[in-house]
């Protein structure tokens, strides 16, 4: 299966760098062929301009800036994001990603202003997050990245897809045992995606 990994943190010392780096490894064990996309390391520009907007609806000339993007996502069968929870959100990096990339005619169909998901040919979903809040702060805040992940994007994609959540919460306190049992958890999962 052929799985688009996204990837968004800036420093390559992170935790969350090396979360990405086990989830591609762990995937490419378990045979998978992984597309991995660094967003930083690739040089990803999230910023959604005027132009960018003023084509926003017209399909192909809204592709023609992130095209090879787009060819990633029709291409992959599986989708696995790893990344930091900001602020109780995506960083920039990766709400660019979805703002610049996910556009009309690639991750749905808009016809008389009724929306059709376009995404069906992905067929499993995964995210490994990391939070500074604890459990109880995210919910609190409506834990709008989970909801985005298991509500938004699971609907775009095959009806029915499982989704896998994995959450390492109150990085603010972790320890070198919590971070190796999330990544214990993390490299179990990927090996039975």
């Known amino acids: 299966m052929r799985v688009l990994?996204?990837?968004?943190?800036p420093l390559d010392e992170s935790f969350g760098r090396a979360l990405y780096k086990l989830t591609c490894e762990s995937l490419?064990?378990?045979?998978?062929?992984?597309?991995g996309c660094n967003l930083y390391e690739e040089g990803f520009d999230p910023v959604l301009s005027a132009h960018d907007?003023?084509?926003y609806h017209d399909i192909p000339d809204n592709l023609t800036l992130v095209k090879p993007y787009v060819?990633?996502?029709?291409?992959?069968e599986a989708l696995v994001i790893v990344t930091p929870v900001w602020n109780f959100g995506f960083p920039a990096m990766l709400k660019g990603y979805f703002d610049r990339v996910w556009l009309p005619g690639v991750s749905f169909d808009l016809v008389d202003?009724?929306?059709?998901?376009?995404?069906r040919h992905i067929k499993k979903l995964a995210a490994v997050m990391t939070y500074g809040a604890?459990?109880?702060r995210a919910f609190l805040?409506?834990?709008p990245p989970k909801k985005i992940v298991k509500r938004v994007i699971r609907a775009q994609i095959k009806i029915g897809a499982p989704v896998k959540y994995l959450a390492h919460y109150d990085m603010n306190n972790c320890t070198e045992q919590t971070r190796a049992a999330f990544m214990a958890?993390?490299?179990?999962?990927?090996?039975n995606f």
Do not use: C, F, Q, Y
């Not at 490419?28 to 597309?35: I, N, P, R, S, T």
């Open 5 to 9: 990994v996204l990837h968004s943190h």
């Open 28 to 35: 490419e064990k378990a045979g998978h062929e992984v597309d």
């Open 53 to 55: 907007r003023r084509v």
């Open 71 to 76: 060819d990633r996502l029709l291409k992959a």
């Open 113 to 119: 202003g009724k929306l059709t998901p376009t995404l």
């Open 134 to 136: 604890t459990p109880m």
């Open 141 to 143: 805040a409506g834990n």
């Open 185 to 191: 958890k993390v490299r179990r999962e990927m090996e």
